[in-house]
């Protein structure tokens, strides 16, 4: 690894970096481009909102997939430079609309990635067709491609739900985000050799945690979060393996999840993930709904924690996470079970795991930083019996995915304890009937080791207090001791008529993308028994 400054290494990983368009039009060509939806139906219409300094400048629109195809283009629009509130994260740009894109009814339901050119500097944004409500289900699967995460992370414009320049000092995270903005570079398309957070080699005794994927970013000018959400760092390996294992893929967005639960009817299953942090009760209740009506759900994501609120027709999402308690105005005025915090506050009364079984207060990090940089970084299996491992002759004590690096980087998992050999749940009450724990490795909620020099924990101890603090209702130093250790898991569950499989890890696409054979199979066991 590149030896770096001890200030570069501080910047690259605790700095704000992130893209803000200046005052004023800068020597330099640049240009940005945004979309007033996150998805349209076939036959709308895409708005499109533009800003450069340069004349002129040329847009083509290309359906993503094993073989990209460009299905629109136009060349000497006319460039306008437009003014930027610095509170764009928070309330949008307000740019007017450049041009207008109509979706031809015959285009397919998929990622359609649109790009802005003026020669002298290009941008990307991305869009979902999803599919028409009369269209044909049978044998295809519904991907819920993670967009509420990916709203969550885009830093463009300086705030997201991690950091920014809000609050009394401007130096606090945004719990209001909007959609009408850009997206950060590297949620659009990647290069290939871009680092993940899993660590790709275990590092040298007794060295600090090191980060390469922002490191990348920071050296390369890519967005600080595009490893953490987006359509190239997720969903864009499931799309491309699913179709080039011949499954027929249909995709739409949490939005439409939200708003538009009629796009689930006539389809047997759906399949989620990657990073798949952020949901609505409303996204939940319809996900609820169709497992109990006879709908299976194949959850091949990690890290589900927040609440959120869409308001604005989906236009802005909330989110005041750890605030929550002392700043989401529902927690005066109700109704509560909608404040913006974890599923397992006493206060929402949902824990994750009455939906998909696990949830990520009892999950969270794994394989990088200070969370087990050397462990296993696949799952340990230990009931290779189970229908999901069929056909991959794995054995009691094996590690899924070790070879891929599947396991992180943030899990789900529940509380467990081992009798005979095997996990069960710790305590049934808080886990959906039935459930089957399949395969189980470690995690963990903080940094915390001999080698991590003050000041250079990423992940500090933020998290440790406020998972303390709504699984035991304090945060002190023995709270934090006592809900620290976490896991990372694969269940199987039954719910009413239907049946949830659940992969508890962020990072089970690389298992696809890296062709891991093991872990192709599993997958392959859950779409097809859960496609019939």
Not at 211 to 223: D, I, K, L, R, V
Request: proline share 8%; aromatic share 12%; hydrophobic share 40%.
């Amino acid at each position: 690894m590149t030896e770096r400054s001890e200030a570069w290494l501080h910047e690259a990983v605790f700095g704000n970096y992130a893209e803000r368009p200046p005052a004023a039009s800068p020597p330099e060509t640049r240009i940005w481009c945004y979309s007033d939806q996150l998805s349209y139906p076939p036959g709308g219409t895409v708005a499109v909102s533009v800003n450069t300094n340069a004349a002129s400048y040329a847009a083509e629109l290309v359906r993503d997939g094993l073989s990209p195809a460009t299905v629109w283009r136009q060349s000497a629009l006319p460039g306008a430079w437009r003014d930027t509130p610095e509170d764009c994260s928070v309330n949008g740009c307000g740019w007017p609309v450049s041009f207008t894109i109509p979706v031809d009814p015959a285009w397919p339901s998929g990622v359609y990635i649109l790009r802005v050119s003026t020669g002298a500097a290009l941008h990307e944004h991305l869009f979902i067709l999803r599919p028409p409500l009369t269209a044909a289900k049978r044998g295809r699967l519904l991907l819920i491609a993670a967009t509420a995460t990916w709203t969550a992370y885009n830093d463009w414009g300086g705030s997201n739900h991690y950091q920014g320049y809000c609050g009394p000092a401007k130096d606090r995270f945004s719990p209001i985000l909007s959609i009408a903005r850009p997206l950060a570079k590297g949620f659009v398309s990647l290069p290939p050799d871009a680092p993940r957070a899993v660590l790709a080699e275990d590092p040298p005794m007794f060295s600090a945690p090191r980060y390469p994927h922002m490191e990348w970013a920071y050296a390369n000018g890519y967005s600080k979060k595009y490893m953490s959400t987006g359509w190239p760092s997720f969903e864009r390996h499931f799309a491309l393996w699913a179709g080039a294992e011949g499954y027929h893929l249909d995709i739409i967005s949490q939005t439409d999840l939200h708003f538009r639960p009629e796009l689930l009817d006539g389809y047997a299953a759906v399949a989620l993930v990657g990073h798949d942090e952020y949901w609505s009760w409303e996204m939940r209740d319809v996900i609820d709904a169709f497992v109990r009506r006879g709908g299976r759900v194949a959850r091949f994501a990690g890290n589900f924690m927040w609440q959120i609120r869409l308001e604005d027709e989906g236009r802005r999402q909330v989110c005041y996470k750890y605030l929550a308690r002392a700043e989401d105005p529902l927690m005066v005025q109700g109704p509560r079970h909608l404040v913006t915090e974890s599923w397992e506050a006493a206060e929402i009364g949902r824990p994750g795991a009455a939906s998909f079984g696990l949830n990520a207060t009892h999950g969270l990090y794994a394989s990088w930083s200070g969370c087990s940089p050397r462990g296993a970084r696949g799952f340990p299996v230990y009931r290779p019996e189970h229908w999901a491992f069929a056909g991959t002759g794995l054995y009691y004590g094996d590690v899924l995915g070790a070879r891929s690096r599947i396991f992180g980087y943030e899990v789900d998992g529940l509380p467990y304890e081992i009798r005979g050999g095997l996990p069960y749940p710790a305590d049934p009450a808080h886990a959906p009937e039935g459930i089957e724990i399949l395969a189980l490795g470690l995690s963990g909620t903080l940094d915390e080791g001999p080698t991590i020099p003050a000041g250079r924990s990423f992940l500090g101890a933020e998290d440790a207090e406020y998972v303390a603090s709504v699984l035991l209702g304090r945060s002190d130093a023995a709270a934090v001791e006592a809900t620290k250790r976490g896991c990372g898991m694969i269940v199987s569950f039954r719910q009413g008529a239907g049946e949830v499989f659940h992969a508890g890890t962020c990072d089970w696409v690389m298992g696809l993308a890296r062709r891991d054979d093991m872990v192709m199979q599993v997958t392959r066991n859950a779409l097809n028994r859960f496609l019939g």
